[in-house]
């Protein structure tokens, strides 16, 4: 079955770095989803990507969906302590339903 | 978007109990979800619930543990049937909304079986 696959597991940052993780699919998808979810919170939609090669940036935030399709980023410029939380990707195969990776847990020191 | 609330927040229930969390979407969605959260985990899909037929399940889970109801375009309820202790997890339902099925997590329900 389809399987998402995130790195790193963790990443703890001085406030200021860059940070970014990375989504990989061991399938072509037709779209990707970003979501964040603070500690204590439920996730948050942050951007759906489609096509091949797509780029959209969020204020600080940069998403790129892979030309094959199988793979997706997320970066952030100059983190915040704001930013702390795990950061999810969900991929869809054709019509199925979206299948969540395991997350990237970030945490931000002042 | 979507505003989507859950009850309850939260319960303590006893083994071999049921409990049903209820689902309320503030605008009709054609989708809506169920999942299951370990603290520290990811998402699992429970069941796809669908307006007016049977939900659809996902592998490993079923209708006799998990029955869930969606009898309109706002409300779904989804019970944990027979609980045992590894059913204690937060329990999430969302509404999909757009053409790809944004998703809009409700606050989720922590469940705890003892």
């Known amino acids: 079955g389809q399987q998402v696959m995130q790195i790193p597991q963790y990443q703890h940052v001085q406030e200021g770095e860059d940070f970014t993780t990375y989504c990989n699919s061991s399938t072509t998808l037709s779209n990707i989803q970003w979501y964040k979810q603070r500690p204590g919170g439920h996730p948050v939609f942050l951007i759906q990507l489609v096509k091949s090669g797509e780029v959209k940036k969020q204020k600080r935030l940069t998403f790129q969906f892979g030309e094959a399709k199988k793979n997706s980023s997320l970066h952030i410029t100059a983190t915040q302590t704001t930013d702390v939380g795990t950061y999810f990707c969900?991929?869809?195969?054709?019509?199925?339903?979206?299948?969540f990776g395991p997350g990237t847990r970030l945490s931000v020191l002042p | 978007s979507a505003v989507i609330s859950q009850k309850p927040s939260r319960d303590i229930c006893q083994r071999g109990t049921s409990l049903t969390i209820q689902c309320q979407v503030d605008?009709?969605?054609?989708?809506m979800f169920w999942y299951r959260q370990q603290p520290g985990q990811s998402l699992t899909l429970i069941a796809t619930?669908?307006?007016?037929?049977?939900?659809?399940?996902e592998s490993g889970f079923v209708i006799d543990k998990f029955p869930i109801s969606r009898p309109n375009l706002t409300f779904s309820t989804l019970t944990v049937s027979n609980m045992s202790p590894e059913d204690s997890s937060i329990y999430l339902c969302s509404a999909g909304t757009g053409g790809g099925y944004e998703q809009y997590f409700g606050p989720g329900t922590r469940l705890t079986v003892t």
């Open positions: 969900a991929g869809r195969q054709g019509g199925q339903n979206f299948v």
């Open positions: 619930a669908n307006q007016g037929s049977e939900a659809t399940y």
């Open positions: 605008s009709q969605v054609t989708m």
